[in-house]
């Protein structure tokens, strides 16, 4: 059983979110949840300045996004 932060959740379609469930897995959330709870709090410029977080809140994260997030924090910019 997984469980996951309400703010994950699509209520509407009884599902987690599909951003969320695919940046959880790209950031292998069953291995390290408290560091992939860090990223989606965690402000980013590529997001001007905003989290993975308020971006999924405001429906504006895309798998995009979460790819260039992930690509830049592993070249270490």
Not at 56 to 63: C, F, K, N, R, V
């Amino acid at each position: 059983m997984y469980l996951y932060p309400a703010f994950q959740l699509d209520c509407h379609e009884h599902r987690i979110h599909p951003i969320a469930a695919y940046a959880n897995c790209a950031l292998h959330a069953a291995d390290d949840p408290y560091g992939v709870a860090s990223w989606w709090l965690t402000a980013t410029e590529l997001l001007d300045g905003n989290s993975p977080f308020n971006e999924l809140i405001s429906g504006a994260l895309t798998d995009i996004a979460v790819d260039n997030i992930l690509a830049d924090q592993q070249s270490g910019m």
